[in-house]
């Protein structure tokens, strides 16, 4: 079964300095990995996604995400952190059911931007 | 394309009411997902929807849970006589055929007094 592990739950950085949330999965097959952001009381937006072509991934924001089968890892990263990027981040992993892709999320990691 | 809408986006009731919320996908998208967010977790899928048919449910989806999407295109999911643990963002999303993509609306955050 596929599953997600986000490595720490809530992430502080200085704005300005390197993003790091950090995603390891679990999956039987080539999976489809996902990484979306919630703002307070809203609902969730796509950042980016990876389905087996590039390993990386650049999506919307300024954020990244490298694909490392060995390490089964889909950290995401972002080179200068910004007061707008203050979140709740979540990375998921698809599993295909009769033809859909369920989505199974990790716990969320709070990003947190200090001036 | 005005994305995925969630009608209403805050309800507050009493344990034993029954609710109902409705989401309204993307025009064209022909699958319609939902799911629930506890506080401090992530969504967790609760039912699928390709068209009009219900395809899959999880086990989360008890008896007191029941979701529609009679013609293919808006859904409803009701709780019946509602639970405290019922308390959850309830998140809606809809892609196209084939995508693997999918469109979360602004959710309805539930609380059970």
């Known amino acids: 079964a596929q599953s997600v592990t986000q490595l720490g739950s809530h992430v502080s950085v200085s704005e300005g300095a390197l993003v790091l949330l950090r995603c390891n999965y679990s999956?039987?097959?080539?999976?489809?990995l996902f990484w979306y952001v919630q703002y307070p009381n809203q609902g969730l937006q796509l950042l980016l996604k990876y389905t087996s072509a590039a390993t990386l991934v650049k999506g919307i924001n300024g954020f990244e995400a490298e694909f490392k089968k060995s390490e089964t890892s889909f950290h995401l990263t972002k080179p200068s952190a910004h007061m707008s990027d203050a979140a709740e981040y979540f990375c998921?992993?698809?599993?295909?059911?009769?033809?859909?892709?369920?989505?199974?999320f990790g716990q969320g990691t709070r990003l947190t931007i200090n001036p | 394309d005005t994305g995925v809408s969630q009608d209403p986006r805050h309800k507050i009731t009493k344990r034993g009411q029954n609710v109902t919320f409705r989401c309204d996908p993307i025009s064209e998208h022909n699958r319609l997902y939902w799911y629930r967010q506890t506080l401090g977790q992530g969504p967790e899928f609760l039912t699928y929807f390709q068209n009009e048919a219900q395809l899959e449910k999880s086990r989360l989806l008890s008896d007191r849970f029941s979701a529609e999407r009679p013609k293919g295109s808006f859904s409803t999911l009701e709780i019946q006589r509602t639970e405290q643990g019922d308390s959850a963002m309830y998140l809606c999303?809809?892609?196209?055929?084939?995508?693997?993509?999918?469109?979360f609306g602004p959710g309805t955050r539930l609380l059970v007094l």
């Open positions: 999303a809809s892609s196209l055929w084939e995508s693997e993509t999918q469109y």
């Open positions: 998921a992993v698809s599993r295909i059911i009769q033809g859909a892709q369920k989505l199974v």
């Open positions: 999956s039987s097959v080539p999976p489809y």
